[in-house]
């Protein structure tokens, strides 16, 4: 299995501040024939199921705010909130697909400080 | 716009079987895998398995031996069903829209959308 491991597990940030989580894969999910990263990212807001961000690790999902971004490639990867907004808060977990069994990270919780 | 609508008991004892059935609604079901995923309560997620349109399932080696997928094409939905389940088994139970490309029969799938979940609790 490919483990996803988020860090930090909770972070809390001023409005308007930036926040960053990132994640790491046990390893590489960096396909060599397409030179793509096979990562997801994913917000989750209580009662909600998951909604997509970001896929092949950078690849802003439609509707998605621009000062979200997603960075990385091979087994490090980060996920930026440029200037956090109150809607932002919620659980953000990443996700690979380079194998079949696929896995997600462990999630990150975001608050407003 | 594609959109999943999920139902089923949420409310078993140890030993039965969970049903869970999710409904495709906006879209075209072929040409995509149909995922099961789940969350135990304040946890992470775990994808239980997936089936496309035909038939072929794939799933997570830790369930394997309890669960079985299935897809009803005339009605445009695909079904989860867990047995012998226990307490471990208590969490929220997304049905899932797989995207991405396929190589050499192998799909690799983020997942969007997501349907409304399921809480399944499995209590004596």
């Known amino acids: 299995d490919i483990v996803m491991t988020q860090s930090p597990d909770s972070l809390a940030v001023s409005l308007g501040e930036r926040a960053t989580i990132n994640c790491k894969s046990s390893q590489s999910v960096l396909y060599s024939s397409d030179s793509k990263n096979y990562l997801a990212w994913y917000q989750q807001k209580p009662g909600q199921p998951p909604k997509l961000l970001f896929y092949w690790a950078s690849t802003r999902e439609s509707g998605v705010p621009d000062r979200f971004s997603g960075s990385g490639s091979g087994t490090d990867f980060t996920l930026t909130i440029s200037s956090l907004q109150a809607e932002d808060v919620a659980v953000y977990y990443c996700q690979q697909y380079y194998s079949t069994l696929r896995t997600f990270g462990q999630g990150t919780k975001v608050e407003i400080k | 716009q594609v959109q999943l609508q999920q139902w089923g008991a949420g409310l078993l004892k140890p030993s039965e079987t969970l049903s869970l059935t999710c409904a495709v609604y906006?879209?075209?079901?072929?040409?995509?895998?149909w995922s099961w995923i789940r969350q135990p309560p304040g946890k992470g997620l775990e994808w239980i398995g997936e089936i496309n349109h035909s038939g072929n399932t794939n799933y997570n080696p830790s369930l394997k031996s309890r669960v079985t997928i299935s897809v009803d094409t005339s009605k445009i939905h695909f079904s989860l069903k867990l047995n012998s389940v226990t307490a471990a088994d208590t969490a929220v139970y997304y049905c899932?829209?797989?995207?991405?490309?396929?190589?050499?029969?192998?799909?690799?799938?983020?997942?969007?959308?997501w349907g409304q979940g399921t809480l399944v609790t499995v209590s004596s």
């Open positions: 906006g879209g075209s079901f072929s040409g995509y895998y």
């Open positions: 899932a829209r797989g995207l991405g490309p396929a190589y050499s029969s192998t799909w690799y799938n983020w997942f969007d959308p």
